[in-house]
């Protein structure tokens, strides 16, 4: 959007070129009246910007946004209008910065290739809606050489507290592998995840900022329970979202041909790894 004092600058040079006042304008499509126009610049404007100017260099004040400085206009200016405060405010550019958002920059973790079952695990987050239209979000822990899905856990609220309590109820029944592949969520990069890491001797494989493509398997995973199973239900409450959601794993484990396990389910290619390596492992929980 092209402001007047700039059509008013473009008319300028046009004139420049020979044309008269009129016909300069009819080529910018500025009205004449406009060109003319002289803004009245009040001295208490005046005042109030260079008031602002002050307060916005003092330490104290640096932060303050423009309603508290409104507040303290008023109170030298007597009942100035906000919106007249908040146009000195812009024309004078004294907008706060954006914060810049704080990140813990980790070089992304490369992890061998898992050649076992329990070896490699990957997690990740995804949110749904109820009918309500609350959200609610799913946690996928997936096992990166059988696909099998180990764990979920669907809940409104899921932070790091909740996933290391649940990851240590599930080391209970069948151990731990010796890394997880993740992104930077806060909920991975929390103090209580990172000490139960520590603790267990779990490697965290954090991958780049931005490229979930480094975590494919898990992707892949909640892509395939996105179209199956969360775009294809409408969950009344949580209830129903575990019951539902639930169900779709236990076919996905047990029953659905996988292209990557020679179309054996993630249960049927465990069983057939263990007679080949005479290794018995437990499958499912």
Not at 86 to 99: H, P, S, T
Request: aromatic share 8%; with cysteine.
């Amino acid at each position: 959007m092209v402001e007047p004092r700039q059509k008013r600058e473009a008319v300028g040079v046009v004139m420049t070129h020979g044309l008269s006042e009129r016909h300069a304008c009819r080529v910018i499509s500025l009205n004449r009246n406009t060109l003319r126009y002289r803004a009245i610049i009040k001295q208490e404007n005046v005042a109030i910007e260079k008031f602002l100017r002050e307060k916005v260099v003092i330490p104290r004040y640096a932060c303050y946004g423009l309603p508290r400085l409104v507040a303290l206009v008023r109170k030298k200016f007597g009942n100035v209008n906000h919106k007249r405060v908040e146009r000195i405010y812009k024309d004078a550019r004294l907008q706060l910065a954006k914060r810049p958002k704080k990140y813990i920059k980790r070089d992304p973790v490369p992890l061998e290739k898992a050649t076992e079952p329990n070896q490699i695990w990957a997690m990740d987050f995804m949110t749904d809606t109820l009918e309500n239209g609350r959200k609610f979000r799913v946690f996928n822990l997936i096992d990166t050489f059988s696909k099998e899905s180990v764990l979920q856990i669907i809940d409104n609220s899921l932070q790091g507290n909740r996933l290391v309590r649940e990851l240590s109820q599930l080391a209970e029944i069948r151990g731990l592998p010796k890394a997880i592949k993740c992104d930077n969520g806060p909920e991975f990069t929390s103090k209580v995840m990172l000490k139960w890491a520590d603790e267990t001797g779990v490697q965290l494989g954090f991958i780049a900022k931005g490229k979930p493509t480094q975590n494919g398997f898990i992707e892949s995973f909640n892509g395939k329970m996105r179209k199956e199973c969360l775009d294809r239900h409408i969950f009344r409450n949580l209830v129903e979202a575990r019951e539902l959601i639930m169900n779709w794993v236990s076919h996905y484990n047990e029953e659905r041909p996988h292209r990557s396990l020679n179309y054996m389910a993630p249960y049927e290619f465990i069983n057939a790894f263990n007679v080949k390596a005479s290794c018995p492992l437990e499958t499912g929980l």
